[in-house]
């Protein structure tokens, strides 16, 4: 360095001279250039149609990438057997002879990437033991044929990207015991058969991109022990993951990105105890449900970015004790409450900027840690409530913390009791509305203690402004009603009472009758078709009443005949006995005009 130019020119200038003699000694093809000392020839780019003639014949390095050849033949190389790598990407090659390599034994680097191929022939990489490269990305191989890669025991990098694969034989990939890296991406496979990734027992990392496959299915990656990492990315069709299907793996890290699943595989996840960084980042994932990660003891970071995140459940990343790192930017969350966290005091980074965060109560953890937390330089940004908008969470000052970032505890407004007498069939409705900071969620608790939300579907429903419907109400209906309104400020209730009056018995049958069979609704709730249905049920209640007795008369002949041979066959004279018969359930409606209960008969025989 400090000799200083002055020194340099000629030294590299007598180098350059010892170079270009040496070569020219050894044979330099004309237009390539070569590098004695490295044994290498390097004639990228230049038009050339077939391997120019005197390559010195220890050459190791070959480099004729970007030229115009068109096949590879047996005879080709035969005079370059010390060859450890060959480069013939980004020419037309569009045919492989069989045996074409097989005399470069110390070939470690084949790059064939960028040509015409359409067919890799059976044998075409035969004896090539010591390779540990291949690359036969951007062809247009349709097909891998069984036994492709047999001899290559040795290769640990394989590219078969880029391609029009539409299929890859079963067997295609046996021999390949040394593989660790495995890339297919850009092709028109619809499934990867597990029998096929069976032969790869030493796989480490599998990255499956741009692929047209629907699905993932039981045991896709059995005897895949030794993986650790696994990508899928960019498969528009995926929906399903099937809950077996990463059974058999131990990933260190997965991604799961670009698909069209929607919900976190929470059953499929749940044999990867050693997972530590999960990515499902970009897929239509909108709520993030408690416990989804619950068996992912060991996970130290989730990303889950722009999959458009509305919601994060209570307990959502319960489980995760050692969890560092939490990448939520770019979604639809409103809040992230601690509440989600198994606990806050592992996090060190969490981006949530992106979001459209409201700034009350339930941010104020991140604002306590805002100076610890590590945001990456991307401070959440609060789009809510108005005299905060626009302002970045890092920079509010200590006493903000009382200013803003408070709750408001829900009011229920128009509090008078609403005892309610309804009739059987009838609609009735309570009506519970309720203010609060941030606003309130509400759901009704029912007289027998089921929780009915705005979620709740069947008969008794809450609209979505808080309103408890109940349809065709029934005398067990009767009871006390609580609504609950709660954010995170805490909760307000509020009681109403409900009594349901039985109609006649022919009327309340009728209701019931449409009520369970279920095919009335709303929409065709209409006097006169009920008044048809009720007729037609009577009918149906008289039938299979009749039905019902010459059954039970039949059975009591039976019983009888049967008891008589018995006390004949004894030679007993009882004179007493009894017949019980429950006449329970011949028809719905013929139970329930019995009252449900049983019968009892008695019979006296003398
Ligand atoms: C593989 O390469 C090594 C040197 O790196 C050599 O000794 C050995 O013979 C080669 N194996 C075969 C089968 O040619
Ligand atoms: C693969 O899919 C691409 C795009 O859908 C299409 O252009 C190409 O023809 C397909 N190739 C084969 C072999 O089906
Ligand atoms: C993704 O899922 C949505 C809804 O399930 C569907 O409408 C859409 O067509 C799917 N996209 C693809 C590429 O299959
Ligand atoms: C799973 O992988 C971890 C390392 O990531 C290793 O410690 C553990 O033993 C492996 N478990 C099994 C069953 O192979
Ligand atoms: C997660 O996946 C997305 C989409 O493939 C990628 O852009 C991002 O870099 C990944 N994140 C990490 C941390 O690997
Ligand atoms: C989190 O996601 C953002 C947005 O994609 C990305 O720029 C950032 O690098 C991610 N951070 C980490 C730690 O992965
Ligand atoms: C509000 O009610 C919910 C559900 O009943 C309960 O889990 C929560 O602890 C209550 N919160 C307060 C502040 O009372
Ligand atoms: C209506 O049907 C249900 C179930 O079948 C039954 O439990 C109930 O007693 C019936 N009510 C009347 C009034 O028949
Ligand atoms: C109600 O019934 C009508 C006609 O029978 C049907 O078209 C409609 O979908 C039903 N509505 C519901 C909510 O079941
Ligand atoms: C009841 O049904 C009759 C006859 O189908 C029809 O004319 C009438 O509009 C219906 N009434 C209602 C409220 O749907």
């Avoid at 359930?585 to 008695?602: E, I, L, M, T, Y």
């Amino acid at each position: 360095m400090a000799a200083g130019p002055g020194m340099g020119w000629p030294g590299l200038f007598l180098l350059l001279m010892t170079t270009v003699a040496s070569t020219q000694s050894q044979g330099c093809p004309q237009r390539c250039e070569c590098m004695a000392k490295l044994k290498s020839v390097a004639c990228q780019g230049k038009r050339l149609s077939a391997l120019p003639d005197s390559i010195s014949s220890d050459t190791r390095l070959l480099d004729m990438s970007g030229n115009m050849l068109r096949w590879v033949e047996h005879g080709d190389l035969l005079s370059y057997p010390r060859l450890e790598e060959l480069d013939l990407s980004e020419n037309i090659i569009s045919v492989l002879e069989p045996n074409a390599f097989s005399s470069l034994q110390n070939l470690r680097v084949l790059s064939l990437r960028g040509n015409q191929l359409k067919l890799v022939p059976m044998g075409a990489f035969s004896r090539l033991t010591n390779l540990t490269t291949l690359d036969l990305s951007g062809n247009k191989i349709v097909i891998l044929l069984d036994f492709t890669f047999q001899d290559l025991k040795s290769l640990r990098n394989l590219e078969v990207g880029d391609n029009d694969l539409v299929y890859i034989s079963n067997k295609a990939f046996l021999g390949l015991v040394g593989l660790r890296q495995l890339t297919i991406e850009r092709c028109n496979l619809t499934s990867i058969s597990s029998q096929s990734l069976s032969y790869l027992r030493s796989l480490v990392t599998l990255r499956l991109r741009y692929l047209s496959i629907s699905s993932l299915d039981d045991q896709n990656f059995r005897k895949l022990g030794g993986l650790r990492g696994l990508e899928i990315d960019h498969w528009p069709f995926l929906e399903h993951i099937s809950p077996h299907s990463l059974q058999g793996l131990n990933l260190s890290w997965l991604s799961i990105t670009n698909t069209n699943i929607t919900s976190v595989p929470t059953a499929a996840l749940r044999s990867l105890a050693h997972l530590t960084s999960l990515n499902l980042s970009y897929n239509p994932i909108s709520v993030l449900e408690s416990w989804a990660l619950r068996d992912l003891v060991r996970l130290k970071e989730l990303h889950l970015v722009n999959t458009n995140l509305m919601t994060v459940q209570p307990y959502a990343l319960g489980g995760l004790r050692q969890i560092r790192l939490l990448n939520l930017s770019t979604n639809a969350l409103v809040t992230l409450e601690e509440g989600a966290f198994q606990s806050v005091n592992t996090l060190e980074t969490l981006r949530v900027d992106g979001n459209p965060l409201s700034c009350d109560c339930r941010l104020l953890w991140i604002l306590q840690r805002r100076k610890t937390l590590n945001f990456e330089g991307k401070s959440p940004v609060c789009a809510g409530p108005m005299e905060v908008q626009g302002r970045a969470l890092s920079a509010f000052s200590d006493s903000a913390l009382f200013d803003h970032f408070t709750c408001q505890k829900p009011k229920i407004r128009n509090r008078k009791l609403q005892p309610v007498t309804a009739r059987e069939g009838q609609v009735v409705s309570f009506v519970c509305r309720a203010e609060g900071e941030p606003t309130p969620i509400i759901f009704w608790v029912s007289p027998q203690r089921r929780r009915i939300t705005t979620k709740s579907t069947g008969r008794v429903i809450v609209l979505p402004e808080g309103t408890l419907e109940i349809r065709y109400a029934q005398v067990t209906d009767s009871g006390t009603y609580i609504c609950i309104a709660s954010n995170a400020g805490g909760n307000a209730t509020y009681f109403a009472t409900l009594t349901v009056s039985a109609l006649p018995l022919d009327a309340a049958l009728m209701a019931n009758r449409t009520y369970y069979t279920g095919d009335l609704n709303e929409t065709n709730l209409n006097d006169t078709k009920v008044f048809l249905k009720f007729t037609l049920d009577l009918k149906t209640i008289l039938i299979s009443t009749a039905m019902g007795c010459c059954l039970f008369l039949g059975v009591v002949v039976f019983c009888f005949l049967m008891l008589f041979a018995w006390s004949r066959g004894r030679g007993q004279h009882k004179n007493n006995f009894s017949v019980e018969y429950s006449f329970r359930k011949v028809d719905g409606p013929a139970a329930s005009g019995g009252q449900g209960g049983a019968r009892k008969f008695n019979m006296k025989m003398i």
